[in-house]
């Protein structure tokens, strides 16, 4: 079955250090990948995605994330953190095809503490 | 002015009520869907509409219905209401066939509480 895993539930991080959020997915021939980030009481925003060529996907607000084929990874990252991106993230994945859809992980909170 | 809009933001009723989520969007896209958000459980596909006349059941449909009015609108119904029904409900659109990979774009949720 298709899937899609992040381990980390929550990842607390003191502001301006480094951080990864790990995103895994079941093995396809071609998938297309995303991150999205969910602020408290907000919708899900678009922080980036992967659907073809360079497999270094750079975001907003200064994520990036690498696609990783081998070991089906797509994992989010951020050289120094702020508080403001204290949220939730969840990586998605649609395995392509016409009438295919997205399949969401179960999400991760970063919590960026002072 | 927001691309995907949900009305209402928030709504409280009791168990058996008639409840309607709506949803509008100008982003001119085919596709929309509903989706539930329940802690750590991520989010879950309820409906999914490719256009006016394809409807189809997602993962959890039991218990909610849809209509598809127009190309801008996507609406949830519950017939009748059950506390295990109180979520954060998600509208969203995606523009499939541009080279999009089927990017999804949300509407800020419902709020829904059912005593």
């Known amino acids: 079955a298709q899937s899609v895993t992040q381990l980390d539930s929550q990842v607390p991080v003191f502001e301006e250090a480094p951080v990864e959020l790990r995103c895994n997915y079941s093995?396809?021939?071609?998938?297309?990948l995303f991150w999205y980030v969910q602020y408290p009481n907000q919708g899900l925003q678009l922080l980036l995605k992967y659907l073809s060529g360079s497999t270094l996907v750079k975001g907003i607000n200064g994520f990036e994330a690498e696609f990783n084929k081998s070991q089906t990874s797509f994992h989010l990252r951020k050289p120094s953190v702020h508080i403001s991106d204290t949220a939730e993230y969840f990586c998605a994945v649609s395995y392509g095809g016409a009438t295919n859809k997205l399949i969401f992980g179960t999400g991760t909170l970063l919590a960026v503490q002072p | 002015d927001a691309d995907v809009t949900q009305t209402p933001r928030n709504r409280i009723t009791k168990t058996g009520k008639r409840i309607m989520l709506e949803c509008s969007q100008t982003?001119?896209?085919?596709?929309m869907y509903w989706y539930r958000q329940d802690p750590g459980l991520g989010l879950r596909l309820i409906y999914y509409?490719?256009?006016?006349?394809d409807i189809n059941k997602g993962e959890i449909s039991d218990g909610y219905s849809v209509s598809r009015q127009a190309q801008a609108k996507f609406s949830l119904s519950l017939e009748s209401a059950i506390p295990n029904q109180t979520a954060l409900y998600f509208c969203?659109?995606?523009?499939w066939g541009q080279g999009s990979g089927d990017t999804q774009y949300f509407g800020p949720g419902t709020r829904l509480t059912v005593l």
């Open positions: 509409s490719f256009d006016v006349k």
């Open positions: 969203a659109t995606s523009d």
């Open positions: 982003k001119g896209h085919d596709r």
């Open positions: 093995s396809s021939v071609s998938v297309y």
